[in-house]
């Protein structure tokens, strides 16, 4: 068990560009999830996937930004022409359904700057 | 939006005093979590509860959720230099999918 893994770390951008971060949950968890935070702030949901399935999206989640988890495994988001309020720490996390105890484990998440 | 409130925002104590944290809802809860987040990088969890008047412990850090679940607690007794960061409490208000987060509490324990 490597934990949920993110990258990359950290992505400075200028505004207008497109960004794509990736997410490799815990292996046997069919559950994704991504959430933003920003400074001060608890995370705050942006989407979810059961397997390669996307459930929900947030109203946070503008047209501008796309996720897919294409054979149910890692996940990617995608935010297209990017606004300096777009800069937050994007966190993926991942959790295994049906346990009746579901832990959501967290990734150490991705910085995005956009200048 | 945040729908739990947290408190205090933050607190600075002295290495080997106790500490508490609160996390508090309107509504009664499903479940909820806690979280230890270093600046900068993703949270780490601790606990999750989901019976009224449960309570778990794990090395020196105890949770409690209050019978109406509505309202939990973190204790750390005797804290160290390692206990530092930030702790986030998250709810599930129904046996669904979404944790709510609250804004976090930094703790700061001086040497």
């Known amino acids: 068990d490597t934990g949920v893994s993110q990258n990359p770390r950290h992505k400075i951008t200028k505004r207008g560009q497109n960004v794509t971060f990736r997410c490799d949950p815990i292996s046997e968890h069919n559950r994704l999830y991504w959430y933003r935070q920003t400074l001060g702030q608890g995370p705050e949901f942006l989407t979810y996937?059961?397997?390669?399935?996307?459930?929900?999206k947030s109203r946070l989640l503008s047209d501008r930004f796309s996720a897919e988890r294409p054979k149910g495994s890692f996940s990617t988001l995608e935010i297209q022409r990017t606004e300096q309020g777009d800069s937050a720490m994007y966190l993926c996390?991942?959790?295994?359904?049906?346990?009746?105890?579901?832990?959501?484990?967290f990734g150490s998440g991705t910085q995005l700057s956009v200048l | 939006s945040q729908e739990l409130e947290q408190s205090p925002q933050s607190l600075i104590v002295q290495e080997g005093k106790n500490l508490t944290i609160n996390c508090t809802s309107s509504k009664t809860l499903y479940g909820l979590y806690w979280y230890k987040q270093k600046y900068g990088e993703g949270l780490i969890f601790l606990m999750m509860l989901q019976k009224g008047g449960e309570e778990k412990s794990h090395e020196k850090i105890t949770a409690k959720l209050d019978e109406k679940k509505q309202q939990s607690s973190l204790h750390i007794t005797a804290s160290q230099p390692s206990h530092a960061g930030i702790y986030l409490c998250?709810?599930?208000?129904?046996?669904?999918?979404?944790?709510?987060f609250g804004a976090g509490t930094t703790v700061t324990v001086r040497a």
């Open positions: 996390a991942s959790s295994l359904r049906g346990t009746g105890n579901e832990k959501l484990f």
């Open positions: 998250g709810a599930l208000r129904s046996n669904d999918y979404k944790l709510s």
């Open positions: 996937f059961q397997n390669e399935a996307q459930l929900e």
